[in-house]
């Protein structure tokens, strides 16, 4: 094997000549890759007949693992990795498989195979097995002036996405405001384009973890780690699967990913008014002291303030009589049907509640659920209880349960027969899942399926639901949201993370994205001070969606200017946005563009994190 590994490196060289001289001559190439020659394997691919991209895959007698050099004729190099970095030296060099069908096929004895196949659109699908192995791994060099792009929100949410380190941690929807929530938001998805034009994408069911520049020896590198531990459920084979795919730039390589659906386009648009218009929320204005007294004339407010052309009023936290009760609390709202019809028939405002998927202890409805089998449960069958920012015992509902899911809903439908017209629906993250939990579907989804499942059932209550999490929820014409941010400056989690979050979110395919709220959340009393409230809005002003809490009047009228004048710049082009909008279905195209889909070989477009685009 040593031997002939010396050998391919010259052999290798002769055939990539041999092969550029036919593919430049030849009258008509298909575009895609070419068969890979297998002796030296290497596979040869073209995106058209003047720009050639060729991928080198070498096997390493040393390490025993596999080289990986995607590079260009004409930019150079745009990948470079080493697979199978995990593998144990026991296992020795790598044999070419006996019988691959046409594919490119390393196998290690009968401990793992690595099988690297040819796609038709520029793309090449690698995929390890293994029975034995707990753990695969390939990493990828960052190297200077390439920038990553994708992955999941993160409390320090910059752009590129490369410069932090990031400790191995899996990719599944969280919580990073919760002390065990993990690095990562309530969106994430396994996919990533880098500025050399490349597109990665992770594909299920890998049991992926990642990590950034994070290990003695991967300082400058990321990893991409199926690892076969929790929070995933354990399977009989590990793999690690992915697809790299190639264009003539960053904004090409991220057009064809959305071309062939790998990243589903929306469907429709969401609420047309939630887009247009302001909403308001009582939450970082009120916490949880709402009452219908408060809600009455917080909303009275916005009218006489000259707010009165908004979309809706949205109740937050601790209307009900007990968490998860989904019954308004009598006491503090004696009326709510009334209520109702005031913010409706005399104000001209919709109304929007604040709604989770848990049940406290104590409430009612806990025992209903607990009977039912509604709860999530543990490997036994019995239900699990769980913990969340407003109760130490719950039961989390298993929205992979049609029976629950249904249940659940009807209570919800009871609430819109007095007039409610739609939900914020919080949470939805696999943190709240507790160990040894498990969820209906295909275990080997576990436990992003729960989040997949979760927004897919509150999806059906129309297009002004607006969810926190998301996981291959792509397609649904509702509007996803931030994390809540905090009332600060700063990338982490402040208003310098507002606009990496905007491009992060749309970049994995979520177009439709709701900044949260004006300012931030005011949490630990700390409101954002007077600029930093005008900072917020102007940059929030062409978003998809304008949502207040903090009342502009509480600063002075200078103030309460500014926002009036933002609203009306936002209503001039309305018809822009909505446009836009509508690109997004047909294309996928983000609503809000990083720069470099404007000049996409531009390398200063690459670090730039304070700009956006709204097409058109």
Known sequence: MSSWSVRAFGTMVAIVIIMLVIMTFAPQVKSGILAPVLSPNVSLRQSNSSSQKILLIEPKTKENGISFNLTSKETGTLLIGYLGVSLPKAIGNPSICPSSRGDTCFEYGDFARLKISEESDDCSRLEWTSHFANRLEDCFNLLPGHHWYGGGETLLQEWPIEKEPRVETP????????????????????????????????????????????RDGHKDKVCFVALDEAPYLRSENLTLSYRVCIGQNIKDAHQRTLDKQRLPKPTDLPDEKMMVEPFWSTWAQYKTNVSQEIVLDYARRVATEGFNRSSHIEIDDHWETCYGEAVFDPTKFPNPKSMIDELKEVMGFRLTLWIHPFINIECPSFATALREGYFV????????????????????????????????????????????????????????????????????????????????????????????????????????????????????????????????????????????????????????????????????????????????????????????????????????????????????????????????????????????????
């Open 171 to 214: 990719t599944v929807a969280g919580d990073y405001l919760d002390r065990q929530g993990g690095p990562y938001g309530g969106l994430v998805e396994n996919y990533w384009l880098i500025s050399t034009g490349v597109s990665l994408q992770v594909l299920e069911p890998t049991p992926l973890y990642i990590s950034w520049r994070s």
């Open 377 to 616: 449960k543990g490997k036994k069958g019995q239900s699990v209880i769980t913990r969340w920012w407003q109760g130490a015992n719950a039961g989390l509902i298993d929205f992979t349960n049609p029976n629950a899911t249904d249940w659940w809903k009807k209570r919800l439908n009871t609430l819109q027969a007095l007039g409610v017209d739609s939900f914020k629906f919080d949470a939805g993250e696999t943190n709240w899942i507790q160990d040894g939990s498990v969820v209906g579907g295909d275990p080997l989804l576990h436990p992003n399926s729960y989040t997949t499942a979760y927004v897919n059932a509150v999806a059906t209550y129309g297009g002004m639901v607006e969810v926190r999490s998301g996981r291959n929820n792509q397609a649904l014409p509702i509007f996803f949201r931030m994390l809540d941010k905090d009332s600060i400056w700063g990338y982490n989690n402040g208003l310098r993370s507002l606009i990496p979050t905007l491009l992060l979110f749309s970049t994995v395919g979520y177009p439709f994205v709701l900044p949260d709220m004006i300012g931030g959340n005011a949490y630990k009393g700390q409101k954002p001070s007077k600029e930093l409230f005008v900072r917020w809005l102007q940059a929030n002003a062409f978003m998809p969606s304008l949502q207040f809490s903090i009342v502009p009047w509480q600063y002075d009228e200078d103030v309460v200017k500014i926002c009036k004048d933002v609203v009306e710049l936002r209503e001039k082009y309305n018809s822009t946005l909505l446009n836009a909008a509508k690109q997004a279905i047909a294309t996928g195209a983000p609503i809000n563009r990083p720069l470099w889909w404007i000049a996409p070989t531009d390398k200063e477009t690459f670090t730039i994190d304070s700009g956006r685009r709204l097409e058109r």
